[in-house]
């Protein structure tokens, strides 16, 4: 791989330990991907938060990094294990918290804001049409790709950093026009009617087109929250961070439907939903946004929970950033939902937070956030935003 007279000086260690440790990063991968040169990127965005997935090592590794890593470029962090604020609220134990905090520490004096979402987008870390960046976490990195037409692969945790810390990135991949084309046409024929629908579809999408790279025609109108449910799903369930959809996403426009055709019609969203849903009606859990929730669906939700009482049977979780419960504090939304009984899990989630044990099922809108429950050993249910909150004040699913 070509390197600049500068990157070969960073490469070098002129440039202290984090910077140096980050340029090997950066050319072992672009060496391993045929990358020619580094591209500058516009932002990161850095996965690999909580504690509950890096344990001690992860620790260690981040406070060498920020003894005198500084990042060059806009980056943000996905979410951590706990709220950073109201751990306690959620029952994360007292030693879990003081770890959790000491990461969070390491990622702040390398000068990356504490955001600790993964919808970025939402909270100013939005990049434009074509720009380069380098984001780790999936359902991100598929919107920036999809819905925006940013340009970036799926990063893991450490070269995201140090992309962070050089301010470039290895030019390969999604980076190149010739791996963005799509290889399948998928054609929509069945209803979406609810928010969790978008999850089924990326749950079909994402297990029909596994390897390849949708281009989907048959969706005539979609919200922002509908595209942020279907890249969480479909990228989850199949694995390429991108896909187009004619006449909505911005790529579409540059191509044709690959001539191979698949069609998902109702049975196939029926059948998403049949192996997303286990059997049980006691639940324990509640959770909605995931991906985080946007300030419209905080909105819907205290829309939903005005007057209304949640079941001390079950506990009842909103996952969004503290800059979006911000916004939610000042409309009043909080104070409604919170008076039903629900709580707010900001810079958290239903995967990362260290639930496993504690929770034996879980019901929520999203398909991503099943798979990840089941991974904690949940028993999972997917439903629309009015199902679970029905589910919330009753204290049991049906
Ligand atoms: Fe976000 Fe956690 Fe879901 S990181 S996409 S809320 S699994």
Request: hydrophobic share 40%; with cysteine.
């Amino acid at each position: 791989m070509f390197l600049t007279k500068e990157e070969k000086r960073l490469l070098k260690g002129e440039e202290g330990f984090a910077v140096r440790k980050s340029m090997e990063i950066l050319v072992a991968l672009g060496s391993i991907y045929g990358a020619q040169k580094l591209i500058e990127v516009g932002s990161v965005q850095v996965a690999g938060v909580s504690y509950h997935n890096l344990g001690d090592a992860g620790l260690e590794y981040l406070k060498e990094l920020a003894r005198d890593g500084k990042v060059k470029v806009l980056t943000t962090l996905n979410p951590a294990g706990m709220d950073l604020k109201n751990w306690q609220k959620l029952g994360i134990d007292e030693n879990f918290a003081k770890k959790q905090n000491l990461v969070i520490d390491a990622f702040e004096r390398m000068g990356i804001i504490i955001s600790c979402t993964c919808a970025p987008y939402l909270i100013g870390n939005l990049p434009i049409y074509g720009e380069h960046i380098a984001w780790s976490e999936s359902s991100a990195v598929t919107f920036a790709n999809s819905v925006i037409g940013a340009r970036t692969n799926r990063e893991g945790g450490p070269s995201a950093l140090a992309a962070a810390f050089v301010g470039k990135t290895p030019y390969y991949g999604l980076h190149l026009d010739e791996n963005r084309k799509p290889d399948i046409h998928v054609n929509v024929a069945a209803d979406l009617l609810k928010i969790s629908d978008w999850g089924a579809l990326g749950y079909c999408i994402g297990k029909k087109a596994q390897n390849e790279i949708p281009y989907v025609t048959g969706i005539k109108n979609a919200t922002l929250d509908e595209l942020k449910s279907l890249c969480a799903s479909t990228v989850t369930y199949g694995s390429k961070p991108i896909f187009h959809i004619k006449g909505i996403t911005p790529e579409s426009e540059k191509h044709k439907p690959p001539k191979r055709t698949i069609t998902i019609r109702n049975i196939d969203i029926k059948n998403a939903y049949k192996s997303i849903n286990d059997d049980f009606s006691d639940i324990d859990l509640i959770c909605v946004g995931c991906p985080h929730c946007s300030i419209k669906e905080i909105a819907e939700i205290a829309k939903l929970l005005k007057n209304r009482k949640i079941s001390s049977n079950v506990e009842f979780w909103i996952a969004c950033s503290r800059l979006v419960k911000q916004m939610a504090d000042k409309r009043g939304y909080t104070n409604v939902i919170e008076k039903a009984g629900a709580k707010f899990a900001c810079d958290t989630c239903m995967a990362v937070a260290p639930l496993k044990g504690r929770f034996r099922s879980v019901m929520t809108t999203s398909a991503k956030g099943c798979y990840y429950s089941r991974h904690n050993s949940m028993m999972t249910k997917m439903g629309g935003l009015d199902e679970c909150i029905a589910a919330a004040v009753k204290g049991k699913w049906n």
